[in-house]
T-cell receptor
């Protein structure tokens, strides 16, 4: 039973398109995240949500819009995709008020052509 | 502000040799520190974590790390490398207080194990 699952695993799309990535966690955590991993493997936080509320938005272009319908889900919608958006996007969750680690999904490899 | 520095983007060791991956942190508050491993085309898996209890932390797959406040370090070690240890390793830091909403990662170290 996967703790943090995200779909799709691979996404190939043309510039200018709009796409969404979905994430679900079954750990009962109250905090969820989106991270972007670039081609050099650098992991950068994009957003974090606590109890469905946006807590962190790390100067991400407003073409990226996260949505958290409930504590177990955090989706990422991307408008007008650009070549530079190509990366691996990771969803993660944690218990925000604890000392625990973040649990990561398997990642979504987005390729914009 | 918090940050993590991993010295050495690539480390090569022979099978059976000691593995040492370096991590130094900067934090204005007592930190929580983590080591994660990423195998090709996979997500990040926790190896071990320091959360202000014992300074020597043991993790999975024979890895351990020691928190040294005086050196602001949290280096990862394994006495004997195995071929299956070849992967990307990330050190991460987060504030050791309630309301943890951000994990800051180092730039990663790719470990290569030579036969």
């Amino acid at each position: 039973d996967t703790a943090v699952s995200q779909t799709p695993k691979y996404l190939v799309t043309q510039m200018g398109n709009d796409k969404s990535i979905k994430c679900e966690q079954n750990l009962g955590h109250d905090t969820m995240y989106w991270y972007k991993q670039d081609s050099k493997k650098f992991l950068k936080i994009m957003f974090s949500y606590n109890n469905k509320e946006l807590i962190i938005n790390e100067t991400v272009p407003n073409r990226f819009s996260p949505k958290s319908p409930d504590k177990a889900h955090l989706n990422l919608h991307i408008n007008s995709l650009e070549l530079g958006d190509s990366a691996v996007y990771f969803c993660a969750s944690s218990q925000g008020t604890g000392s625990g680690e973040a649990f990561f999904g398997q990642g979504t490899r987005l390729t914009v052509v | 502000a918090q940050s993590v520095t991993q010295l050495g983007s690539h480390v090569s060791v022979s099978e059976g040799a000691l593995v040492l991956l370096r991590c130094n942190y900067s934090s204005s508050v007592p930190p929580y520190l983590f080591w994660y491993v990423q195998y090709p085309n996979q997500g990040l898996q926790l190896l071990l974590k320091y959360t202000s209890a014992a300074t020597l932390v043991k993790g999975i797959n024979g890895f351990e790390a020691e928190f040294k406040k005086s050196e602001t370090s949290f280096h990862l070690t394994k006495p004997s490398a195995h071929m299956s240890d070849a992967a990307e390793y990330f050190c991460a830091v987060t504030p050791g207080t309630s309301g943890t909403y951000k994990y800051i990662f180092g730039t990663g170290t790719r470990l290569k194990v030579l036969a």
